[in-house]
């Protein structure tokens, strides 16, 4: 005799699994409320550091200034060779070209031979 599932049956069947997600995501919540407290500690832990020894911060933000120079540097003297090549290779042009070959004079006269 096969028994075929009633109403009720899979009506139970389908608590039983929502009730089962119903765990996992308190698990879940769980986990996210602990990851939570732990960045908070790490940034508390991290102010107080700060406030305790401002040599160190100073020393941080120091070297943090000291790359972002040297990176402004670094970028500037690209940008302007980029530029410079590409002025080199506008020279042809009638009305931009006669501009930039004046400028090109003009540096050459200050070039050190």
Do not use: C
Request: hydrophobic content about 45%; aromatic content about 8%; charged content about 20%.
């Amino acid at each position: 005799m096969s028994r075929s599932s009633s109403p009720t049956d899979e009506l139970l069947t389908k608590i039983d699994r929502l009730l089962d997600e119903l765990q996992q995501v308190r698990q879940v919540n769980e986990r996210m409320d602990k990851i939570a407290m732990f960045l908070e500690d790490i940034r508390l832990a991290d102010v107080i550091q700060n406030y305790t020894a401002p040599r160190k911060l100073l020393f941080i933000n120091f070297l943090a200034g000291l790359a972002r120079g040297l990176g402004l540097t670094i970028g500037t003297a690209i940008i302007l060779a980029i530029l410079g090549w590409l002025f080199a290779q506008v020279e042809s042009v009638p009305i931009i070209g006669d501009y930039i070959q004046q400028i090109i004079n003009y540096l050459n006269t200050y070039r050190t031979p």
